[in-house]
């Protein structure tokens, strides 16, 4: 069994920061490319940013330059650091992972349960 568990969400003013965490634990081989969706109320969920397992990072247009992802390989681990954040960034901010468990060897597309990100304007 593999889960995903993200903290770090909160109620921030237009401006702030905010630092999202998302720990994988369980039956992991290998962790390939993790990643942070949002979903805003009424809205589709939508990509924020991606990191492969070497690090090679991707992100949404409106985040850039604001929003900087990293990954620490041997905690299992990313993070999202929030910055400037706008009331347009509120949603609830899901962690995803491309997971290749052992015993058996299997692919698995994992999801965590969400963290709500709030900006007050």
């Known amino acids: 069994q593999v889960q995903l568990v993200e903290s770090g969400g909160g109620l921030v003013q237009a401006g702030g920061s905010l630092r999202l965490s998302c720990v994988a634990s369980g039956n992991i081989f290998v962790v390939n490319t993790m990643g942070w969706y949002r979903q805003a109320p009424g809205k589709q969920r939508e990509l924020v940013a991606t990191?492969?397992?070497?690090?090679?990072?991707n992100y949404t247009e409106s985040v850039k330059g604001r929003f900087t992802i990293s990954r620490d390989n041997g905690k299992n681990a990313i993070y999202l650091q929030l910055t400037k954040l706008k009331p347009d960034d509120t949603a609830a901010y899901y962690c995803?992972?491309?997971?290749?468990?052992?015993?058996?060897?299997?692919?698995?597309?994992?999801w965590g349960q969400g963290t709500l990100v709030t900006v007050s304007s």
């Open positions: 990191i492969s397992r070497f690090s090679k990072k």
């Open positions: 995803n992972a491309a997971i290749l468990t052992e015993h058996p060897f299997r692919n698995l597309d994992i």
